[in-house]
């Protein structure tokens, strides 16, 4: 019997790759957390595709897709992202590529370029795949979708939370303002923007747990 497919969109800093990731070890399912190939295109950008005032050129980016090999290897259970074969796990974490991440994920040609990929990986089933247009646009018919939200100044301490365990100094208020301007850009994107699919199960987790969040969606999930 085929695996099921799983969409789980939402707002950054919800908890969408970590709470996918265990309940894709929970149901014995694969985790693809496609922001982090945005944020892979965008790391590549800002080493490679930059003019001389710090900004990304954009058509020398889309000339250098052929020069992007993005790949998820797999570590003890875990999935690890490399870029033409250097681990860029961490690196895709700071805040120069959080900064910069909504502007090249709402380019046509960025999304193309890995659009394919992310279906080719979903045809065979067994996946939960996280972002902000899976139920939407990249896996429509999935089994299962679901739309994460949480209040701003809960997303706000996760996310400086998370900044501060990878060893990446951040201030509270400057991380607000960057999640405010990524909803934002994420929402109001003329391609494929951040938004809740007609069919997708709303999780607010604002006063809820990780494993609560976890348990909840699980109880959803009562035909695997």
């Given at each position: ?19 996918s990731k265990i309940i ?101 089933g067994g996946i939960i ?96």
């Amino acid at each position: 019997m085929k695996k099921p497919v799983i969409a789980i969109d939402g707002y950054s800093s919800t908890g969408k790759s970590s709470i996918s990731k265990i309940i894709a070890e929970q149901l014995g399912l694969i985790h693809l957390d496609t922001g982090a190939l945005y944020r892979g295109v965008t790391w590549f950008a800002l080493q490679n595709c930059t003019r001389a005032d710090g900004a990304i050129d954009l058509q020398t980016l889309f000339r250098s897709f052929d020069r992007i090999e993005l790949e998820f290897k797999n570590d003890n259970g875990e999935l690890i992202l490399f870029l033409n074969h250097i681990d860029i796990s961490k690196a895709i974490r700071t805040h120069e590529v959080s900064a910069n991440v909504s502007f090249i994920a709402k380019q046509k040609e960025v999304r193309d370029f890995l659009l394919q990929s992310q279906r080719s990986l979903a045809e065979k089933g067994g996946i939960i795949m996280d972002g902000r247009d899976i139920g939407t646009v990249v896996l429509p018919d999935a089994d299962y979708k679901f739309f994460m939200t949480a209040s701003i100044e809960e997303r706000t301490k996760r996310r400086y939370q998370e900044l501060i365990s990878l060893g990446i100094r951040a201030d509270k208020q400057e991380v607000q303002e960057n999640l405010l301007v990524r909803d934002k850009i994420d929402s109001e994107r003329e391609i494929a923007p951040l938004k809740q699919a007609d069919d997708a199960i709303v999780i607010d987790n604002s006063e809820l747990s990780r494993q609560q969040t976890i348990d909840l969606i699980l109880s959803h999930l009562h035909k695997i």
